[in-house]
């Protein structure tokens, strides 16, 4: 509970906030005229930028080094970073951006602009910089995802969604090719626990995996969005489908319980030594994420990318998502440099070199055009983002991540699908509690 009261906190702060400087937004967004004018211009002398993003290791080292290859192009600009992993990552932004302290320039989730910023008070219009940022790289559709409160209030990075990774060297090891169908992964669970053992699982998901797996689920038997026009588009009994399908899942063998994932002792799940070794041996998690999890395989282990099963249901389930986006806080008083750095990030020749498929497939043309030619993009990456956006059909809602759902440890999702694991829960009792949650959220 301390969790959710910290991120309620800063999030009636922000509202605070918003609250205070919605009038002095107004009269500027009334004023006209070219938005690009109304930053002052590059400083010859130094300045100092703040820049913060989570992730893992490989994103890690490349931002780091593209952040050192830009001090050492523009020797005035001096960029101070700050990374981490991401738990508690959200509850820490949330503070920063209520107290004004955030970083100039930060990574952030795309649900964070209309949870935080719904009036456009915390992070800049890119507009006004559109002199130093090149936003013609950048399809329209995709900078309206980054629109609210008519201001261009992030750069989307790439787009991503939800896909099936196995370790290809653990079904070999079980006598068994990895898994095309749902028919194929269930039965993959029994020759797991009968040939390798009680600590072998085809498939590991934690609560928040659960969730949206849960509602890939449901898409592909239902063939509707989640959410539509702000309310929530499944009856509880739908719902319980859902929930009763991940049930099956552990009564298979096919995953592991929470408590036995929470035993491990691992901050995440390629952190977790049994998916290093092998024992969990698929996941389903962002296309971007293969790096992070395949680098995390101890070596001469195979790591592929799955496929999504046609026997859920009659339709395409699952959706697409702006994977992550660049934001200027709105009281950076370095806002050019701090478009500067973005510039050499995304769009730049050398900058974009280095951050090559770190966060995804560039949206941005010259990055990924860049990357193409050097032969930089990550072919897993690349592979399984193909294979995403040629098969979702269905969008995320806007409130999907938002922390009172997804927020560990005491987020909606958190309670429903750990209830459910720990038998607190009838599967009936969790749909109630999941469309309760939901609705909630969504109704503001």
């Not at 400087?21 to 967004?29: G, H, L, Q, V």
């Not at 001090?71 to 932004?93: H, L, P, Q, R």
């Not at 626990?193 to 085809?202: F, Q, S």
């Not at 956006?389 to 429903?416: M, R």
């Amino acid at each position: 509970m301390r969790m959710m009261k910290k991120v309620l906190a800063g999030i009636m702060g922000v509202a605070m906030l918003a609250s205070m400087t919605a009038c002095s937004k107004e009269a500027e967004n009334t004023t006209g005229g070219d938005a690009a004018e109304t930053v002052a211009p590059a400083s010859d002398g130094p300045v100092t930028l703040k820049f913060s993003w989570w992730g893992g290791d490989s994103r890690h080292e490349a931002t780091q080094k593209a952040v050192e290859a830009f001090m050492a192009k523009y020797n005035n600009i001096t960029v101070e970073t700050n990374f981490g992993a991401w738990s508690g990552w959200e509850d820490s932004m949330s503070t920063a951006f209520y107290a004004g302290t955030a970083p100039d320039v930060n990574q952030v989730n795309w649900n964070w602009i209309s949870n935080y910023s719904a009036d456009g008070s915390i992070f800049l219009d890119m507009n006004k910089v559109s002199n130093t940022f090149d936003l013609t790289q950048y399809d329209k559709s995709a900078l309206d995802q980054c629109t609210v409160a008519g201001e261009l209030q992030a750069i989307p990075v790439s787009m991503t969604g939800r896909i099936f990774y196995w370790n290809e060297s653990t079904f070999e090891k079980a006598g068994i090719s990895t898994p095309k169908t749902l028919e194929e992964l269930y039965a993959a669970g029994e020759t797991f626990k009968t040939v390798l053992g009680d600590d072998y699982y085809p498939l590991a998901l934690g609560e928040y995996d659960r969730a949206i797996l849960c509602v890939y689920y449901l898409e592909s038997v239902y063939g509707k969005a989640w959410v539509t026009d702000g309310k929530l588009n499944y009856t509880a009994e739908e719902i319980a489908t859902g929930l009763q399908f991940i049930e099956d899942l552990e009564a298979k063998h096919v995953i592991p319980t929470v408590a036995t994932i929470l035993g491990d002792g691992a901050e995440s799940l390629d952190k977790n030594p049994k998916w290093m070794e092998g024992k969990y041996a698929g996941i389903f998690e962002w296309d971007s994420s293969a790096t992070k999890f395949g680098g995390a395989l101890n070596e001469g282990q195979s790591f592929i990318v799955g496929d999504y099963m046609k026997d859920m249901g009659e339709y395409q389930g699952g959706f697409s998502k702006v994977s992550l986006a660049f934001a200027i806080t709105e009281n950076t008083k370095h806002p050019t440099e701090a478009a500067m750095l973005m510039q050499y990030l995304l769009n730049d020749p050398e900058g974009s070199a280095i951050m090559a498929s770190e966060r995804g497939i560039p949206l941005s043309k010259a990055a990924n055009a860049t990357c193409k030619e050097k032969g930089l993009l990550n072919e897993m990456v690349a592979e399984a983002n193909g294979k995403v956006l040629a098969w979702v059909d269905f969008p995320l809602d806007t409130q999907f991540e938002n922390s009172k759902l997804k927020g560990a440890p005491d987020g909606v999702y958190y309670d429903v699908f750990g209830g459910l694991s720990y038998d607190e829960y009838t599967v009936e009792d969790a749909a109630k509690v999941l469309v309760d949650g939901v609705t909630a959220v969504l109704e503001g």
